[in-house]
């Protein structure tokens, strides 16, 4: 079992930086492949970003290539997400997910646990 838990959201401005943090409980984190998907209001659950066990791979959906960045601190049990030249499309409910796995994963239905979300907002 992982326990995810998200930090960081809140109301920043267009081109802001934000970066979102996922603390995970368990001794296992390191085992996990991690993920970023957000939800806007009215619309489906989308992938953002992945991330490989060990770091070093990563993927991002088109829309923030260049602007955010996946990593992980394994010792730290922590997955982060920093996004910079924030853009008010980019306002959702951020959720972080952890997948079993050796790969890295793009899918809802490829992550076993979810956090409970925080909210980030982009808005002059």
């Known amino acids: 079992q992982v326990q995810l838990v998200e930090s960081g959201g809140g109301l920043v401005q267009p081109g802001d930086s934000l970066r979102l943090s996922c603390a995970a409980s368990?001794?296992?984190?390191?085992?996990?492949?991690m993920g970023w998907f957000r939800q806007a209001p009215g619309k489906e659950r989308e992938f953002v970003a992945t991330i490989s066990w060990s770091g070093g791979n990563t993927d991002y959906v088109d829309s923030v290539k260049g602007r955010f960045t996946i990593s992980r601190d394994n010792a730290k049990n922590t997955v982060y997400l920093q996004m910079n030249s924030l853009k008010p499309e980019d306002t959702a409910v951020y959720y972080c997910a952890a997948a079993t796995g050796s790969s890295w994963y793009y899918r809802l239905y490829e992550y076993d646990y979810w956090g409970q979300g925080t909210q980030v907002t982009v808005s002059s």
């Open positions: 368990g001794r296992t984190f390191s085992s996990y492949a």
